[in-house]
C-alpha cells in the first residue's frame, strides 16, 4: 500500500471512530497557494489534538520532519508516527484517554479546592 493510499484509510477509519481530523499538505508553495511549512506531519487530529505523521513500515522520517516533530515535542504537543490503520486509531484512542484522565483530575481538584473555599 503506498503512503497516499495509506493516508486515505487512515483518514477514513478516524472519521469513523469519531475523531474529528485532517489532511495537511505540506513543503512550501504551489503556485498562490502557501503550504504548511516543510516536515509538518501529514494528517492533524483536532480532537483530540494531536499529529500524526503517516508512514510506510521502515521508511524513516525526513530531516526536517524530525525537526519538526521536536519543535512539537519542546512544545508539548503530541506528535506520533504511525505506520498502519489500526495504529493511528490506537494512538487517537490513547490521546482520548489521556485528555480525559487530565480533565477528571482537573474537576476533581476544583471540586476539593471548592469545597476548602
Not at 36 to 60: F, M, N, R
Request: aromatic residues 6%; contains cysteine; positive net charge.
Amino acid at each position: 500500500m503506498s503512503e497516499t493510499d495509506l493516508q486515505s484509510a487512515i483518514m477514513k477509519a478516524l472519521k469513523q471512530a469519531g475523531y474529528w481530523a485532517f489532511r495537511v499538505n505540506s513543503g512550501g508553495r504551489q503556485g498562490r497557494v502557501r503550504l504548511a511549512p516543510d516536515g509538518t506531519p501529514d494528517i492533524c487530529v483536532v480532537s483530540p489534538h494531536g499529529w500524526l505523521e503517516v508512514k510506510q513500515p521502515g521508511k524513516p522520517l525526513r530531516p526536517a520532519q524530525s525537526d519538526w516533530h521536536a519543535q512539537a515535542q519542546r512544545l508539548g504537543v503530541r506528535v506520533a508516527v504511525v505506520t498502519s490503520v489500526g495504529e493511528a486509531v490506537s494512538v487517537a484512542g490513547d490521546w482520548t484517554r489521556q485528555d480525559n484522565l487530565r480533565d477528571g483530575l482537573a474537576l476533581e481538584l476544583k471540586r476539593l479546592v471548592e469545597g476548602v473555599l
